[in-house]
């Protein structure tokens, strides 16, 4: 018997993302509403309730009603938006942060997606925080490169549109209140006392992400080289399929922000010169960092293998 899934939002970045990762699963059932009944109240009700596991691709209210509309107990929700992502009854969709954290998705009936910039800050810092390295309260910095698509339909349609201002020729940086909403889930994912400072960047690309943090090796217990970092990293993705760390020396001359993009992998890059350190993820931020990362947690959430149309 096929799975049913829904994907409430089908028609903008993400939604349409995860289509293209399901739509020719010959496992699965896709329930598509018809165009013009999207902001049908009792419609979408019915699709909600309908589907075995259903994708919220919607901004944050949007999110949260489709929840209240659901009301058969057995539906089980990926949710893409920000919404629900430092809930304490909702799972975390990172599911190589932990064995538990995979178990978790498993077992879930709620799972809040990561952000993309999120991802990328997590996938190097909360390993760091667990195995000791790293102290919780240390001051973490974070740089940010993405792609333009990250910003959604309108942000693809400026930068692709006949005669656009020369100035998006040009990296622009972003987010300069320093209260990026992915900066919540960030602190509470690592668990770091205090909120990193946080820094995006988006440039003139289509995809592809680069998210850097830096570290004084000074500042932290026994005074760890870049390679003893980068080993410990590796370590702890060594049995991951998506996640891995190349190793040290490897890769330290030039990165490139869209290395990855097209795929659901997340490659983590560690350089260093003397007692400073620096420790890039690079991934595809609609990959990984959005509609992969969402399809993978489905393949958990259904036991299958999680790079199943990935």
């Not at 702890?236 to 290395?259: C, I, M, P, R, W």
Request: proline share 5%; hydrophobic share 35%; net charge negative.
């Amino acid at each position: 018997m096929k799975t049913k899934v829904y994907i409430d939002g089908q028609s903008g970045t993400t939604g349409l993302q995860i289509y293209d990762r399901i739509g020719s699963r010959e496992d699965l059932e896709l329930l598509r509403i018809p165009e013009d009944k999207r902001h049908d109240l009792s419609e979408r009700k019915r699709y909600l309730n309908s589907a075995d596991i259903v994708f919220l691709c919607l901004p944050d209210d949007g999110a949260r009603e489709a929840i209240s509309l659901i009301e058969d107990e057995h539906v089980r929700v990926i949710d893409a938006s920000t919404a629900h992502r430092t809930n304490d009854d909702w799972v975390y969709g990172y599911p190589e942060l932990s064995k538990e954290q995979r178990e978790a998705i498993r077992n879930g009936k709620r799972i809040a997606n990561p952000g993309c910039h999120a991802t990328g800050l997590i996938s190097t810092t909360a390993p760091l925080v667990r195995m000791g390295i790293l102290p919780k309260d240390y001051p973490v910095t974070c740089y940010s490169l993405t792609g333009y698509s990250g910003g959604g339909k309108k942000m693809i349609q400026e930068y692709e549109e006949t005669g656009r201002p020369e100035v998006l020729s040009s990296p622009g940086i972003y987010g300069l209140t320093l209260k990026h909403k992915h900066i919540p889930e960030m602190q509470k994912m690592t668990g770091l006392t205090y909120a990193p400072v946080f820094m995006p960047v988006v440039d003139d690309y289509y995809k592809g992400m680069a998210t850097t943090i830096m570290l004084q090796n000074r500042l932290l217990p026994g005074h760890p080289t870049a390679e003893n970092i980068c080993e410990k990293l590796a370590e702890y993705y060594k049995d991951e399929h998506f996640v891995s760390v190349v190793t040290f020396g490897q890769n330290d001359s030039k990165l490139y922000a869209n290395k990855l993009a097209g795929t659901n992998k997340l490659e983590i890059v560690v350089c260093g010169y003397e007692d400073q350190t620096s420790v890039t993820a690079l991934f595809d931020n609609l990959g990984k960092g959005a509609s992969g990362a969402a399809v993978q947690n489905m393949n958990i959430m259904l036991g299958l293998p999680e790079d199943t149309g990935l």
